[in-house]
């Protein structure tokens, strides 16, 4: 039984699962329930002047029968009065000891964030997050995103802050933006302990092409609204190693967007992630969620031999290179196993129209048929010696593991791009020709 433990930035939790800040952590009755369900951590709501919301305010992409595969909302931050907020975290502090809660904040002057952070070390929060992710709403006025844009009003406001933090400070930051790492180096550069990342992304996810008016629909209007959800772990998860990898921003980061498995909470843990947040799955399943989360985890774990959490974080971030350092002569091939083939031939098509032409249809005997003629029992066959080794035919298949990509070896040393550059500019090699 490995250990789900971890200390994020000296912050003790019994396990890296906790609810981001959003719906789901906005009262002590739903603290009291995730931890109850075995999640390790909440982020409260985050707290400031108590806003307005619109009715409706969530919308979301659909995809065949799965919902909600990215979800989209046009909420604001807490309508619930601060005092409120403070005095039920010390209340879920008090019941809940060991467990870990987080007031995230949002405000606007100096002053403002001294009293918000001295209300909340006296609350008996574990650490503050500072909210500069909201693309909504809230940056109109000056905060959210309009400060994560913005790496020296990032710094400033983390300095104020950390003039009087005595817990930590972990700063949530926007992805709407072009390159994350300046936002990262810049909250890491006014000293403060954490990053998370990330906040929902602005987005459109539906227009009713009656009433001409996209989701979430409010009195005949809408508005660009956050994404979030399983579509958005991918681009979570770049942005994570980005900053993971970055030297200059060297501070425990709580990875979040898109988590709704043991799997994902893996894979974000690998590239670099200490604590993990989850919103829209809890949104859509409910609390109960982290329990398969926590098994899977676990025995990924002890598969794997790691004895705790903290072994498997960044085990990943150093996988990632730029593109020029890649080896050129390393080469795949698809293998069909013809024992799971269902003859669909999908895989032909997505070659044959989508990619480069190199699996032909064969009557069982092997004998080419040639287009447009294609029997019922023709079966794909790829001409290995022309396959490029894209991965399409594999992606398209529809049956696990039928497809395989094998490395073969061309008998070649290998060379990245920038190798290849040198070698020409020294003259020890010739230009490679391009293909017919
Ligand atoms: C309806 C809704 C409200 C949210 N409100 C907040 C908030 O008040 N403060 C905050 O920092 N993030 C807020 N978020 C963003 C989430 O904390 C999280 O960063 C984002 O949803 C990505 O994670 P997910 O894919 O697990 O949902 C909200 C998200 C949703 C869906
Ligand atoms: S896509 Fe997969 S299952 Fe379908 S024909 Fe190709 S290999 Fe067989
Ligand atoms: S890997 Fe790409 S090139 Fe090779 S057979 Fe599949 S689709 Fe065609």
Redesign the pocket.
């Known amino acids: 039984m490995a250990d789900l433990s971890i200390d994020f930035c000296g912050i003790q939790s019994p396990n890296p699962f906790w609810v ?4 789901p952590a906005n009262t002590a009755y739903q603290a009291d329930r995730a931890f109850e369900a075995g999640w390790g951590g909440t982020v409260w ?2 707290i400031g002047d108590p806003i307005i919301n619109t009715s409706s305010r ?1 919308s979301a992409l659909n995809i065949g029968s799965q919902r909600m595969v990215g ?1 989209n ?1 046009i ?1 604001l ?2 309508d619930r009065a601060p005092e409120t907020n403070f005095r039920e975290i010390a209340e879920v502090k008090k019941r809940w000891p060991a467990h870990t809660v987080i007031a ?1 904040l949002m405000t606007d002057t100096r002053e403002n964030w001294h009293d918000y952070m001295k209300r909340s070390l006296d609350s008996g929060a574990d650490g503050v ?1 500072l ?1 500069f ?2 693309p909504h709403g809230m940056c109109e006025r000056g905060m959210g995103s309009a400060v994560g844009q913005n790496p020296d009003v990032i710094e400033a406001i983390v300095g104020w802050v950390m003039e009087v933090a005595e817990i930590p400070v972990i700063v ?1 930051l926007t992805p709407n933006i072009t390159d994350v790492t300046y936002a990262a180096r810049a909250a890491a550069k006014a000293g403060a302990d954490a990053i998370s990342l ?3 992304i602005n987005s459109i996810t539906q227009v009713n092409l009656d009433s001409f008016v996209p989701e979430p629909y409010v009195d005949g209007m809408s508005s660009h609204g ?1 994404y ?2 399983p579509a ?1 772990k991918p681009i979570a998860l770049n942005m994570l190693q980005s900053c993971a990898s970055d030297p200059d921003v060297s501070v425990p980061i709580s990875g ?4 709704g498995q043991w799997r994902d909470a893996a894979e974000f843990l690998a590239l670099g992630a200490t604590s993990l ?5 809890i ?1 859509h399943y409910g609390f109960r969620i982290v329990e398969d989360m926590k098994e899977g985890l676990n025995d990924y774990l002890d598969s794997k031999g790691f004895a705790s959490v903290a072994e498997l974080t960044g085990k990943a971030v150093a996988s990632l290179a730029k593109w020029e350092t890649l080896n050129l002569n390393y080469h795949r091939v698809a293998e069909i196993d013809y024992d799971s083939c269902i003859g669909c031939n999908l895989c032909y098509v997505a070659c044959e129209d989508g990619a480069h032409q190199c699996i032909d249809l064969v009557d069982p005997e092997g004998r080419g048929l040639g287009p447009g003629r294609v029997p019922e029992k023709a079966i794909p066959q790829v001409r290995a010696v022309d396959c490029v080794g894209c991965n399409l035919c594999a992606l398209v298949c529809p049956v696990d593991d039928c497809i395989t990509m094998t490395a073969v070896d061309r008998g070649r040393d290998p060379m990245s791009w920038k190798q290849y550059q040198e070698k020409l500019a020294s003259g020890t090699m010739k230009p490679i020709p391009a293909h017919p």
């Open positions: 981001a800040s959003g719906p709501k985050t969530y979800f909302n909420e931050i807490s995230s997050e909210n992710g909201c949530k990330i906040n929902t956050g979030c959800g958005v979040i967007g898109g988590i947040q989850v919103c829209t799955a949104m």
